[in-house]
């Protein structure tokens, strides 16, 4: 992992960190990974923290404190809501969608909370959950800080940082690593270890990768979660592709994807996901065609993101959209097969471990070139193995896709997971497609820049970019676009 010296050095240190596929593709709720489903995940450890040191019948009162990035686009991104879902007991992979509102309204109706659904407390959100706008922590943008008063003990609290993805550390263990470390037979922190373990095996990624994955879970049980983790990324394109209406938040934005799909299938009429396929395949074709469609699904995706609906980090939620558009891309338009899924999502996982240990997949850190520039790398590297590319080639197309996404800035306006973050997705989908095609065509041997030049530059960057940049909607486009949102 890269630890805090990091800040002040701008050295990025990489430390042993195993990252299975299921940790950098976790099934969650829009409509952020770091700001939505990394404080619901820091309000599970909370509560586990009070079972270990008192009863939930002693506890008083609790309330959230939430600095930097969490304090600044919050409120657009869920960051309240979700600290609520999480003191309640809710699980962000099992609960039901559906419900969120209805929660949400009667807490702050009753001012009541049901803390882990077994005991009720006094909870105004309005007043528990406090928005620091002008501390941030030295360790992170993204913290927050749980305070519980208990009956005759002294307070419990805990701070947690939330540093993309859905990972969260606690305030103790920061400087530690923050997945236990397990001794793999293919060990990987940067692109080159990745090429020499080819190199001295024989084994393209996906293979190297898969392996790995045998420490953590046997063989029947990886392709069973990974074609679970497809099930639940083909859901958010079906819905997202068939769901109209206005974006909740404020700013009036009008979903795209389903008329999109309406068009291009000219009212052509089917029943249920496998005859949607089938009635995309025989409606049309060409290039346009085909990039209509890529578009459509990544707006889809990061449409049912912005809802609230449940998606897949890949390797964060506002950036859950490329990979899903470039899988169902390939998967529709070049006949792809069941071991496909599963090759690509290994070989696109372990390049997002590569940049999350020698750079950051936080927008907080890093700007929009650590979500949507790292998802095109990831998408970039598993399109080329299933497209028959060699792991040079791989390693190429994901440098690409991250070296023409440098120095993107993460802007949300109204920092809402929106604008432009939805467009973006459909962007970081079409460079993958672009840096796999040239990196098919290309000699890698000839390349004057590695995938390792390329993350080094992009943490450089991030460490040279001003903080406006940083998802604090401070700068760009969220302060140019005029806009007036409530403050519920």
């Not at 990394?38 to 009863?55: D, H, I, N, T, Y």
């Not at 997971?417 to 840096?435: F, L, S, Y």
């Amino acid at each position: 992992m890269l630890v805090s010296d990091k800040q002040n050095t701008g050295k990025p240190v990489v430390k042993e960190e195993r990252i299975s596929v299921f940790d950098i593709f976790k099934i969650g709720v829009g409509p952020s990974s770091s700001h939505t489903l990394g404080p619901w995940r820091a309000a599970q450890m909370f509560l586990k923290l009070l079972e270990s040191v008192s009863s939930y019948e002693q506890v008083i009162s609790v309330k959230v404190y939430l600095f930097g990035s969490l304090a600044k686009t919050g409120k657009g991104h869920g960051t309240d809501l979700a600290v609520q879902l999480g003191l309640c007991g809710y699980d962000p992979v099992t609960m039901d969608t559906k419900q969120i509102d209805n929660i949400k309204s009667g807490i702050l109706e009753s001012n009541k909370l049901l803390l882990n659904n077994q005991k009720e407390i006094d909870f105004n959100p309005r007043s528990c959950i406090l928005f620091q706008m002008q501390e941030s922590l030295p360790f992170h943008p993204n913290a927050l800080t749980f305070v519980a008063e208990l009956v005759g003990n002294a307070p419990v609290s805990e701070t947690y940082y939330s540093v993309g993805g859905g990972f969260v550390i606690r305030e103790e263990s920061k400087e530690e690593i923050s997945i236990p470390c397990v001794k793999l037979p293919f060990p990987v922190d940067r692109a080159s270890d990745l090429l020499e373990w080819h190199r001295k095996t024989g084994m393209v990624i996906s293979d190297i990768i898969f392996e790995n994955e045998k420490i953590w879970r046997n063989e029947a049980q990886i392709r069973h979660d990974l074609l679970n983790i497809w099930e639940v990324m083909k859901e958010s394109i079906f819905q997202g592709c068939h769901n109209e209406g206005i974006l909740a938040g404020g700013l009036q934005v009008k979903r795209r994807a389903a008329a999109l799909n309406q068009k291009l299938l000219n009212g052509r009429a089917y029943d249920g996901y496998e005859e949607w396929i089938i009635a995309i395949r025989s409606s049309g074709n060409g290039f346009k065609y085909t990039l209509d469609w890529l578009s459509c699904f990544a707006l889809a995706v990061n449409e049912e993101n912005a809802s609230f609906s449940r998606v897949v980090t890949a390797p964060t939620n506002g950036a859950a959209g490329v990979i899903p558009a470039v899988l169902q891309y390939y998967l529709l338009f070049c006949n792809g097969t069941e071991n496909d899924i599963i090759k690509f999502l290994l070989t696109a996982s372990e390049v997002g471990c590569i940049f999350k240990k020698g750079a950051t997949i936080s927008a907080a850190m890093g700007g929009c070139q650590a979500e949507i520039g790292v998802s095109s790398a990831m998408a970039a590297a598993g399109l080329t193995e299933v497209s028959g590319g060699t792991v040079e080639q791989c390693m190429m197309a994901a440098e690409i896709a991250m070296e023409h996404h440098l120095g993107m800035t993460c802007d949300p306006v109204g920092g809402l997971v929106q604008i432009p973050c939805i467009e973006r997705n459909t962007m970081g989908a079409i460079k993958a497609i672009t840096a796999s095609q040239l990196a098919m065509q290309s000699n890698p041997e000839n390349a004057k820049v590695s995938l390792d030049n390329v993350v080094k530059t992009m943490w450089e960057t991030a460490l040279d970019m001003n903080f406006r940049y940083k998802e604090t909607s401070e700068g760009g486009l969220a302060v140019n676009i005029p806009i007036s949102l409530s403050e519920c």
